[in-house]
């Protein structure tokens, strides 16, 4: 029979992009050059400064925001994924 570690599953994390070896650093560098990439393709910071400045209240606290934002973004359609639409063009 198979040794136990060869019958369950597992993923094995390489940090290739990176010379940190710390997981914690690593996640928090990507994550900022996530964000950058995110920023860097909307760059409309202020436009979606507003929109969230029209959902949710400065009173509000962070995950009432969060859920007010869900909630709108939930309510967006893509319409270039519906099939009805694209059939009647």
Known sequence: MPPPDELQ????FIY????????EKFWNDEAKRFDLG?????NKRKAMEQAVSE???ATDTPEQKLR?????CQ???NLSFEQERRNKS
């Open 9 to 12: 599953y597992q993923v094995n």
């Open 16 to 23: 290739a992009n990176s010379s940190e070896k710390e997981p």
């Open 38 to 42: 995110i920023e860097a393709f909307t």
């Open 55 to 57: 959902i949710t209240l």
């Open 68 to 72: 007010k934002i869900y909630t709108r």
């Open 75 to 77: 309510g967006l359609r």
